[in-house]
């Protein structure tokens, strides 16, 4: 059974920090591409961050470059997205996204499994 379960997420000030993890099974882990993904009320989902376990590959949104840092522990089968500088239009339920042929990490169509979410709540 496939399962990507996220956590981490909470509610920090601004200008805070929170790591968020996804932790995979069910599949090969090395062999997908890992996305984060976020939704805040009345808005479109937006891709944030996504990391190639294939090659390393890594992919920002322009929203985010500079202050959000995504890793993996191919040992843990976990992803992380480390996030500083937390603004109040951060705020969202982030998901992650396992994906085997990820040409653009964008595309939430292109992942083929999804975890359950986790709220992030930046105060101002």
């Known amino acids: 059974e496939v399962q990507l379960v996220e956590s981490g997420g909470g509610l920090v000030q601004t200008g805070g920090s929170l790591r968020l993890s996804c932790a995979a099974s069910?599949?090969?882990?090395?062999?997908?591409?890992i996305g984060w993904f976020r939704q805040a009320p009345g808005k479109e989902r937006e891709g944030v961050s996504c990391i190639n376990n294939s090659d390393g590959s890594t992919y920002y949104a322009d929203s985010v470059k500079g202050r959000f840092t995504i890793s993996s522990d191919n040992a843990k089968n976990t992803v992380y997205l480390q996030m500083n500088s937390l603004k109040p239009e951060d705020t969202a339920v982030y998901y992650c996204?396992?994906?085997?042929?990820?040409?653009?990490?964008?595309?939430?169509?292109?992942?083929?499994?999804w975890g359950q979410g986790t709220q992030v709540t930046v105060s101002s």
């Open positions: 996204a396992a994906g085997s042929m990820v040409v653009d990490p964008t595309r939430g169509y292109e992942y083929d499994y």
């Open positions: 069910g599949f090969t882990f090395d062999d997908y591409a």
